[in-house]
């Protein structure tokens, strides 16, 4: 029974190995499928659309270069004003006594000087008689040399305290809309306190924050477009009209763009907008592909290299595909700049090369693979 047992084992074994010889002899699995794409759009030049503010050309904050206390408001936030208009007054009491006193001050060092000069002059007559001496000669015209630098210092005096006077009135400097006030009738304000805000009418411009990366593409008068989101499918022309020099918040610099043709446009300050730039130098002569960003093994990449021309990329593979091998092939190429799901490719593609851009991380070197089509 014992050996029944076993020699059917055994046939039961050789009966299993020559199924798995069967299944080891059947056809191969047939190749990945990849999917391609055709290295074709060029990069023709950098296109950055940056979001910014609307504000006034021409801003102003007003306030009184002299404390005191406030009589009369006569304009309102949002009120157009003209050149020259009065805005607010204070109180001129104080400055008035100041201006009478020294107008005082004045006409006494003025007398003195009369009579100083009438003195020297008597004794400058006298000497070459020899009825005074030098000593009173020359005291006498010491005397004159200080009345007369009273009387400049009693003109100075006047002279400040006339300005004094007339700072009591707070003009508007240019024709415009008063943004924002800050000051009541009735109440004490210091000098410098700010009382008033005024924008001019009909100068606008964008203010945005340009990236320290593409802050050196900007240059004054270079034409952008200009869009808002509250006016839908309409674009205006501007330029640029200032750059600051040094950076704010972010490492972004504040860059001001002058509105031009707006026409009767309601555009207001405060408003959103968005300023696209188009960098037409940035490729430098430089021919760049554009290509997705899955198509980059991020895995695989090399950017230890920070520079900008050419030879001094970030580096990064993908993989071609080869249809005479019917494989794929690992190859490094120049990174540039990201361009919404794109990226540019300075080096080591050519045109009609076809490019994995689906599952890079699962493809390896030399791979073989078959290009999906639709129907699959």
Known sequence: MRSWSLLTAMALSIALAGCEEEVAEGPAAPPPVVKLETVSERATGQVRSISGVVEASDRSILSFQVGGRVTEVNVSAGETVVAGQVLALL???NYQIAVDSARSQLSSAR??????KEDLDRKLALIDKGFVTQAAVDSARAAFDGANASVSSATSDLERAQKDLDRT???APFSGTISKRDVDPFVEIAAGATLFEIQSDGNLEVRVLVPETIIREVDYGQPVSVSFPT???ELFGGAVSEIASRAEAGNAFAVKVALVELGAADIRTGMTAKVTFNFQSYLNGREAFLI???AISIKD????AQGEQSGDQNKAPVFVYDAEKEAVFQRLVGLGDIRGNKIEIFSGLEEG???VTAGVAFVHDGMAARPWQQNQ
């Open 91 to 93: 109180d001129r009491t």
């Open 111 to 116: 007398a003195k000087r009369s009579e100083a």
């Open 169 to 171: 009135v707070l003009s």
């Open 231 to 233: 006016l839908k499918g």
């Open 292 to 294: 997705p960003l899955t």
């Open 301 to 304: 990449a090399d950017l230890s």
């Open 353 to 355: 090369e076809q490019i």
